[in-house]
Each structure stands twice: as structure tokens, then as C-alpha cells.
């Protein structure tokens, strides 16, 4: 192949919107501290889809957890459930929040338990295989926290 054809490959490969995973951006990460001997928690952000083109996450993960997934809270005669979602789909530009008492990640079966002032990465794959890591603060309290 001739330079310049594969230079203008690669540029076509690197720059495509489906080869970078930054379309999605995410805000406001947090996850709540554990109360003294629970191993469960939940985190919660602002996802943004800052692509031109439809993104579905499929699934998230966590190094300091065996199970990690989208959850959403469900209330039925006065009752929340929560029961897992198995994608989250944002359309072009469309912003969703991952917030207490709505859709949220649901941390289980962590290795330790998580103090406030501490930082956890969890990561979002994508439909496309390609994942989106993000640094998640550990707080006691949030300004948005309400019951979960």
C-alpha cells in the first residue's frame, strides 16, 4: 500500500466516530460510602452522548467489584424495586443522569468497603466493544443524594 493511501486510512480509522469511545462523556461521578460491614453500594452520573450517532452501553464493570450493573428503581403501590437494565441507549446529543431513586449502577460483592474521600474507576462498554473509564469519587453525602 502507498503512504499516503495508508496515511489517509488510519486518519479515516482514528478520527471515525465509531472508533473513539469519548462520544461518551460522563459528569458528576460519584458512588455513596458503605455503612460499616455492607459490601453493596451505588454510583450515579450525568452521561452524555456528544456524538452524532446513537450509543448503547451494554454493560459497566468495576476492579473493585465482582458484579457490577445498570439498575433501575421501579416504584409499584407505594413499593421500590429495582430490577437490572441490560442496556442504556442515548441518542445523538441526548444526556441522561444516573441518580438516587432512578436508574443507577449498582456496585456488589466489593472487595472492601469504600471510604469517603476515596476514588474507584468504572468503566462503560459500548455496543461497539469500545469502553469509557471514568473516575468515580467515594462520599458519605451528596448534594443530590436522596433515598435509595
Excluded at 441518542?91 to 456488589?108: F, Q, S, V, Y
Aim: proline share 5%.
Amino acid at each position: 500500500m502507498h503512504r499516503p493511501a495508508l496515511f489517509l486510512l488510519m486518519s479515516v480509522l482514528v478520527l471515525s466516530p465509531q472508533t473513539w469511545a469519548a462520544d461518551l462523556s460522563v459528569t458528576n461521578a460519584w458512588v455513596r460510602a458503605t455503612p460499616p460491614g455492607k459490601l453493596m453500594t451505588a454510583a450515579y452520573a450525568t452521561l452524555q452522548n456528544t456524538s452524532n450517532e446513537t450509543l448503547v452501553v451494554t454493560g459497566v464493570t468495576s476492579d473493585v467489584t465482582e458484579y457490577t450493573s445498570v439498575h433501575e428503581t421501579l416504584i409499584d403501590r407505594d413499593r421500590a424495586t429495582m430490577r437490572p437494565v441490560q442496556q442504556l441507549t442515548l441518542n445523538a446529543g441526548e444526556r441522561t443522569d444516573l441518580a438516587p431513586g432512578g436508574t443507577h449502577i449498582m456496585l456488589m460483592k466489593l472487595s472492601e468497603p469504600l471510604t469517603d474521600a476515596q476514588s474507584i474507576d468504572i468503566c462503560f462498554t459500548l455496543e461497539n466493544n469500545k469502553s469509557v473509564c471514568n473516575e468515580f469519587s467515594v462520599t458519605k453525602h451528596h448534594a443530590s443524594m436522596k433515598h435509595h
